[in-house]
Structure formats: structure tokens, C-alpha cells
């Protein structure tokens, strides 16, 4: 034979093989993959939507089987855009609350309202923050009170022309747009950032050449054989899809719990195990345990309406005659002033959970009145937690939540010291989080004394996880009333334990622990 002719019968052989390739790649070919591959050099991702009235996940799971086969070139990249949040849409309609709060100063008659009106249509949040705004602009002043108009302002402020423009590629912002974004972004639910997919694609040689088959080979492949065509032999004389086991497919992820509630579940079942009781609270609470009864002042500035969230639903927590007459009397000798009852009552959201603390210690005195220890050594009579959540109107931000959990903790004994706390608070921070640098910083509570504020080493900066001390004999005499006993000692913290949950994860935003993006939670392991 010529070489000429062994040429021609190897490229014959050779074209025969690759046409049985390509029979058996249309064979193997879904619904969904014929639907999609003749539209494929015309149109791109939303139109092969329209077009093939399949949805995006199917189109999308059609798109990376063809790759698989090497029909298509599939290439996909990711851009992230700025784009209106859950309160961003409402705000959209309504106007951000500065705005709104322009509008009731415009329309006032002397251009002034106090902050109970400002407060009939903002929230306590959205009303510190219109305030934060236009005081930076100049447009606004505080005298005690009443929020005054001091100049106009432009017809649009710079985030409202902002929300106007968006989606915006977060890449491509402007100076003046980036501003914007650092501004909003610090406030809950205006603005998100959506991480986007862009797929591109192009037919292969081998594509291109399955496209004529495709057209003369309209046939209906069965895909799946059931009892009826069993039953009626109907599947004779049909054929059938090939299945391609060499092609990956869509990963099957079981459920698992959500990565935080993992991390409390962990750290109840330590507390538990170092000898702790769980103790429990209500979320609405009255001024007097929260505050009173821990020796806070009724001039203090955590009771303003800025750092607490006050209620209209009465708290169901007793005020015990006796123990309010105690109190009344301590803040009035030590604090000078006249102690009101009224403001006692006032129902707020919890805002910390030593609120929790004190309630138990009164819940304690009768049982405390049956210990009766002699000891020159440290004795512990009772240790308890509390896992709570708690209510501030703080400015959303990448380390501060409105809403938050905290880890309160007491120890009740005898001779118990300052060193003690020390050493409890370094053994729960360091086991709960591995980390490997921890400080202690002097501060000061009304209720503890000494007091010591707790930092942890993170991301090369110090961040605050906490407070704690001994509860001072001004809180705990009245709460123990007839039971207390000045050799009686209770250590008490609080500590964050949503930071304490970053550190461990290694977060940079505080928010991430309340996540619901499943591929981001994929990512959290569990410990």
C-alpha cells in the first residue's frame, strides 16, 4: 500500500472516530444542554434564560456540563456591587431619616422640634443617626432638648444622590462615592455589597461540529425508565441518554447547625462542666434592677434615652417593698440627690445582664441564710452564668451591634480577692478563644469596686471583650438583705461574647456571626 493511500485510510479512520465521538457526546446530552447549546454564539446568560424558559441554576448547571464535554469554553469571574439594602428599599420610599427629620423641622413654624416629636416617627437609631448627619453638614443644633434648623440644606444630600445611583460596581467608585459608601455602610439594612458572577462563554471546535448532528438528530432520549414503561415495553425501539460519569456535579452539603449557635453550645457545656448554674432573666426589665439595684445613679448617662431602649409594655419584674426601701436609701447617702420610684419603674429592653446578676442574688437571700461557713481560706458557695441577649441603640458598625449577646458571670464566697477574678477571667477568655495575648486594664463601674476591663490581642490591635469586679457592699447588702455578710464576697463580669466568637474565628466583622450566606457559612468549621 502507498503512503499515499495509508495517509487517506488513517485520516478516514480518524474522522470516523471522532464522528463516533461526537454521536456519543449527543447521546449523552440533557434537555437542558440541547435547549441551551444552539443559542449559545448569540446570546448571552439572560437571554438564554428567556429563550430556553428554564431557570438560572438549571441554564447554569447546562453551561458547566458542556464545558465538561468540551463544547463550550467556560470562563467565570466575580465583581462586587453596592446595592440597596432591606432599609435602604424602605428609605427609598420614605426618605432616609435625616431627611425625614428635615422635613418635620422645615414644616415646624419656628423650624425646631424636641426629640419626643422627632421620635413619633424615628426610631431611637435612625434619630441619632439623622442627628450625627446633619450636625456634621452644619445644618442642625441640640439645645438640651429640642433639635433646631440652623441653615439650609442642599436639595439633596450627598447619600441620597448616592442611593439614587446604585448598583455600582464597588471597584469604580468615585471619591466622593467612596465617602458615601464608608458613611452608610455603618448603618443597619441601607446599603449591601452583592458579590456578582459573570460567565462568559464560547463554542470549541468540537461545539461548533456537534451543532449540525444536533439539528438533524432531533430525537427524544429517554432519560429515565419507569415501572409503566416496563409494563408496556414502550422503551423498545427507543433511545437512550448516556449517562457521563466522568463529568463532576453539584456538591450535596448535609445541614449542620449555624457555626455561632455552635460556639455558645460549646461554651455552656465548659461553663457546666467548671461547676456553673445557668441563670435566666426577662429581656424586658425595669430601671430599678437594671440600674438601682446596682447602685447606678438615677443623673447617670447610661440612663438617657441615647444608650437605652425604654418600652411601653410594663416589666413583670417584682419591685419588693423592702428591698426599694433599701435602695432608696443608699443611693441617697451615697449619691446626694433625691431617689425617684417613678423612674425606678420605667420598662426598658435590657441593656446588660448584671441585671441578672442582682436578681439572682436576691433570689438567693433565703437560701444563703442556711450557709453558715468558717474559714480563713477561700470557700465558693455558688457560681453562676448567664448566655442573654441585650438592647442598645449603638451605631451598627464592623464591632458593635444593636442587638448582642453577653457572657455574665458570678461567683459568690468567702474570702475570695481581686487575684481570683484575675484567674477566672484569664482561664474562660484564653479557653474560649486560644488567644495569646490578654490584658487587664483598670475601669470603673458603679456597681463593682475594684474594677478591670479585659482586652485581647487581635489582628494586631487590642480589642475590648469586657468588663468585670467585685460587686460593691452598696449592691449587694440590700439585694442580701437580713442574709448578707460583710466576709461575703461576689466576683462579677460581663463579657462580649459575639467578640469573643470573632477572635475564635478569626472575623473582622462582628456582623459575619449573623450570616445567613450559605457559602460563607460552608466555610466555618466546626470545633
Not at 56 to 74: H, Q, T
Not at 352 to 361: E, G
Not at 389 to 415: A, K, M, Y
Amino acid at each position: 500500500m502507498s503512503n499515499q493511500a495509508a495517509k487517506h485510510k488513517h485520516n478516514g479512520k480518524s474522522k470516523h472516530n471522532k464522528l463516533n465521538e461526537l454521536q456519543d457526546i449527543l447521546l449523552s446530552l440533557t434537555e437542558e444542554e440541547r435547549a441551551v447549546l444552539p443559542l449559545l454564539s448569540s446570546c448571552n446568560l439572560e437571554q438564554l434564560i428567556e429563550k430556553t424558559k428554564l431557570n438560572k441554576e438549571a441554564v447554569l448547571r447546562a453551561l458547566m456540563f458542556l464545558s465538561n464535554k468540551g463544547l463550550i469554553k467556560l470562563h467565570v469571574s466575580e465583581t462586587k456591587k453596592v446595592v440597596l439594602g432591606k432599609n435602604g428599599l424602605v428609605y427609598r420610599e420614605k426618605g432616609l431619616p435625616e431627611r425625614q427629620l428635615l422635613n418635620a423641622l422645615y414644616k415646624s413654624s419656628d423650624k425646631s422640634i424636641t426629640f419626643e416629636e422627632a421620635k413619633s416617627f424615628l426610631t431611637q437609631q435612625e434619630l441619632t443617626a439623622a442627628i450625627g448627619v446633619l450636625k456634621k453638614y452644619g445644618i442642625i443644633e441640640i439645645d438640651k432638648n429640642v433639635i433646631k434648623l440652623v441653615k439650609q440644606a442642599s436639595k439633596k444630600l450627598l447619600e441620597e444622590k448616592f442611593l439614587e445611583q446604585l448598583p455600582l460596581d464597588i471597584n469604580a467608585l468615585t471619591d466622593e462615592q467612596k465617602y458615601c459608601y464608608e458613611q452608610l455602610v455603618k448603618r443597619p439594612g441601607i446599603i449591601e455589597v452583592e458579590k456578582q458572577s459573570i460567565y462568559n462563554y464560547e463554542l470549541t471546535e468540537k461545539g461548533k461540529a456537534i451543532l449540525p448532528l444536533l439539528e438533524k438528530e432531533k430525537v427524544k432520549l429517554i432519560e429515565r425508565l419507569t415501572p409503566e414503561m416496563l409494563k408496556s415495553k414502550s422503551w423498545r425501539g427507543q433511545k437512550f441518554r448516556y449517562y457521563d460519569i466522568t463529568s463532576s456535579v453539584p456538591s450535596i452539603q448535609g445541614g449542620k447547625p449555624h457555626y455561632y449557635l455552635h460556639f455558645l453550645a460549646e461554651v455552656e457545656t465548659m461553663l457546666k462542666q467548671l461547676g456553673f448554674k445557668k441563670m435566666y432573666g426577662p429581656l424586658i426589665v425595669n430601671e430599678f434592677w437594671n440600674f438601682d439595684a446596682l447602685f447606678q445613679p438615677q443623673f447617670h448617662s447610661a440612663r438617657e434615652w441615647s444608650d437605652t431602649y425604654s418600652v411601653n409594655v410594663a416589666s413583670k419584674l417584682e419591685m419588693p417593698k423592702q428591698l426599694v426601701k433599701a435602695v432608696k436609701q443608699t443611693h441617697e447617702q451615697s449619691w446626694k440627690y433625691t431617689w425617684s420610684e417613678e423612674k425606678a419603674k420605667q420598662a426598658i429592653l435590657r441593656p446588660q445582664t448584671t441585671v441578672v446578676s442582682a436578681y439572682t442574688l436576691y433570689k438567693l437571700r433565703e437560701k444563703l441564710k442556711t450557709i453558715k461557713v468558717k474559714s480563713s481560706d477561700p470557700v465558693v458557695i455558688a457560681k453562676y452564668y448567664a448566655l442573654a441577649r441585650c438592647f442598645r441603640p449603638d451605631v451598627v458598625d464592623s464591632t458593635h451591634l444593636s442587638e448582642f449577646n453577653q457572657l455574665e458571670g458570678i461567683i459568690i464566697g468567702i474570702n475570695l480577692n481581686f487575684n481570683h477574678l484575675l484567674g477566672v477571667l484569664k482561664q474562660l477568655t484564653l479557653s474560649i478563644t486560644k488567644a495569646k495575648h490578654i490584658r487587664f486594664l483598670p475601669d470603673y463601674y458603679p456597681f463593682t469596686e475594684p474594677s478591670v476591663e479585659i482586652d485581647v490581642k487581635f489582628q494586631q490591635n487590642w480589642l475590648e471583650i469586657g468588663g468585670a469586679g467585685i460587686f460593691r457592699e452598696e449592691v449587694v447588702k440590700p439585694l442580701l438583705g437580713s442574709s448578707y455578710d460583710e466576709n461575703i464576697t461576689v466576683l462579677a463580669w460581663g463579657l462580649g461574647i459575639d467578640r469573643l466568637a470573632m477572635i475564635k474565628y478569626g472575623l473582622n466583622d462582628i456582623r459575619l456571626l449573623f450570616s445567613n450566606q450559605l457559602e460563607f457559612l460552608r466555610k466555618q468549621t466546626l470545633k
